[in-house]
T-cell receptor, first 114, second 111 residues
Framework: DTAVSQTPKYLVTQMGNDKSIKCEQN?????MYWYKQDSKKFLKIMFS???????INETVPNRFSPKSPDKAHLNLHINSLELGDSAVYFC?????????????FGPGTRLTVT | GDSVTQMEGPVTLSEEAFLTINCTYTATGYPSLFWYVQYPGEGLQLLLKATKADDKGSNKGFEATYRKETTSFHLEKGSVQVSDSAVYFC??????????FGAGTTVTVRA
């Protein structure tokens, strides 16, 4: 009964390739997120969708494009991968509103670009 | 902008030692404050939270009190176990609803 799942768990690819990471949540949440965690464990939000609408779009290269087909899914597509894209990418979900703002995280996708 | 600053790690402790991780925040309004924990190889999970001044969040023996006068939300545990080895993140949600994390503190507990 995984709450937030991501696929794949590991992704090794070469520079210049295009890859996608998929995320699904079965918690009934209406908001989903993508975070990037670097090698020093620093965690930075990239995008957030609320009911399939983009509400947070941080300073992220245009090579990164999120897509939300429905409120239970949020995918991340990365074009022309670069060495600096190597990181762990986390998907998360939550209900909107301050009162119940707990975010539930997926297990992460470790992306290695060679 | 609104942000949190937490003590740098790594922190290494012996089992049954007392743990404190300092966290201070900067915010224009009255944010909600959180501690998240990331165990090795896993995603983050909420450890505890406090939504207003003087609230105390607690879970799994950990506690943190929302101190408006010192703009702090320090995490404490009286007797740590090896299983508490993890990365701990302080975080806040300001008025724009965007969760902002601190840099994380790696804690290692030795048997």
């Amino acid at each position: 009964d995984t709450a937030v799942s991501q696929t794949p768990k590991y992704l090794v690819t070469q520079m210049g390739n295009d890859k996608s990471i998929k995320c699904e949540q079965n918690l009934g949440h209406d908001t989903m997120y993508w975070y990037k965690q670097d090698s020093k464990k620093f965690l930075k939000i990239m995008f957030s969708y609320n009911n399939k609408e983009l509400i947070i779009n941080e300073t992220v290269p245009n090579r990164f494009s999120p897509k939300s087909p429905d409120k239970a899914h949020l995918n991340l597509h990365i074009n022309s991968l670069e060495l600096g894209d190597s990181a762990v990418y986390f998907c998360a979900s939550s209900y909107t509103g301050l009162a119940t703002y707990e975010q539930y995280f997926g297990p992460g996708t470790r992306l290695t670009v060679t | 902008g609104d942000s949190v600053t937490q003590m740098e790690g790594p922190v290494t402790l012996s089992e049954e030692a007392f743990l404190t991780i300092n966290c201070t925040y900067t915010a224009t309004g009255y944010p909600s404050l959180f501690w998240y924990v990331q165990y090795p190889g896993e995603g983050l999970q909420l450890l505890l939270k406090a939504t207003k001044a003087d609230d105390k969040g607690s879970n799994k023996g950990f506690e943190a009190t929302y101190r408006k006068e010192t703009t702090s939300f320090h995490l404490e545990k009286g007797s740590v176990q090896v299983s508490d080895s993890a990365v701990y993140f302080c975080a806040l949600v300001p008025n724009d609803y965007k969760l902002s994390f601190g840099a994380g503190t790696t804690v290692t507990v030795r048997a």
